[in-house]
């Protein structure tokens, strides 16, 4: 099928928000978080733990966030010969990350809740100063204010949860080819991955459970709702279409276009299914 949504005024809004999501993104990372009163009992006990290099460093993080996209939209259109399905997972999965990496941002700067090893990032000798005013490095400073949520967390989940939901519904995992275990592993695969990215932040002491727990909610629950902007429903029978391409059959079908009368075969009558053209299967399943 050839390329539904052309360039156009709507595809220019799209790009256009997203340039600004990821300007807003960029401008939150350099702001300075509120600067949380903590009580010494506080910096002796809940924020003392070691200072640890991560287990999975930003560099690592990005290339997995980044990677997800372009294998998906690959796998759309070399395999499945499929461009329009490779153009709009681009555009469920870079709003997902655009309004996820905002609303991250947001809840950090306005939380400011310092991280694990915050007492070594303050005084990074040791020794604890009277007035607890802080004598290490300031960006480090900044950065340990900036714990609630976890960003690595969101982001795993918000990149992979795109993944996930495109793979189960490329696989009818919970549609017409439920009830097969591969499927369903398959779908569960990259939210593995995201799990195992999240849980390493408690690790290497750079969050709290906490942190952990509901930035991993905010990346899937905001990877499922852009995903479900663009995708029918993962328990329909057009789980995996696109909705340009359901939308634009769905007209024809309405305007009388396509054959959709019942075919008789072997004295039976066929179903018909009009945004399949009267087919029980097609490409997408």
Not at 104 to 116: F, H, M, N, Y
Request: net charge neutral.
């Amino acid at each position: 099928m050839p390329l539904i949504r052309s360039a156009s005024f709507n595809l220019f809004i799209e790009i256009l928000i997203r340039i600004c999501l990821l300007s807003a993104f960029c401008y939150m990372e350099t702001m300075t978080p509120f600067v949380r009163v903590i009580h010494e009992a506080d910096l002796e006990t809940e924020y003392k733990y070691p200072r640890r290099e991560s287990y999975v460093p930003s560099g690592a993080l990005w290339a997995i966030v980044l990677s997800v996209p372009f294998t998906l939209s690959l796998l759309a259109w070399a395999v499945c010969n499929d461009c329009n399905d490779a153009l709009e997972i681009l555009l469920a999965w870079s709003l997902a990350l655009g309004i996820n990496g905002v609303l991250t941002d947001s809840v950090k700067l306005i939380a400011g809740r310092p991280r694990p090893d915050f007492f070594y990032r303050c005084f990074p000798d040791g020794v604890e100063r009277p007035d607890l005013q802080c004598t290490g490095d300031p960006l480090d400073i900044m950065e340990g204010r900036k714990s609630f949520p976890s960003g690595h967390s969101s982001l795993s989940f918000c990149s992979l949860g795109v993944a996930a939901a495109w793979a189960c519904g490329r696989l009818r995992a919970l549609g017409r080819r439920r009830g097969s275990s591969a499927r369903l592993l398959a779908s569960l695969a990259p939210l593995a991955l995201a799990a195992a990215v999240a849980l390493s932040r408690t690790c290497d002491y750079h969050h709290h459970w906490q942190d952990v727990l509901v930035g991993s909610i905010l990346g899937y629950t905001t990877a499922i709702f852009c995903y479900r902007q663009y995708y029918n429903p993962l328990s329909s029978d057009l789980a995996g279409v696109p909705y340009v391409v359901s939308n634009l059959n769905l007209a024809k079908y309405v305007s009388g276009k396509p054959d959709v009368s019942p075919v008789k075969g072997d004295g039976k009558e066929l179903e018909s299914t009009p945004l399949l053209n009267g087919r029980k299967e097609d490409k997408w399943i």
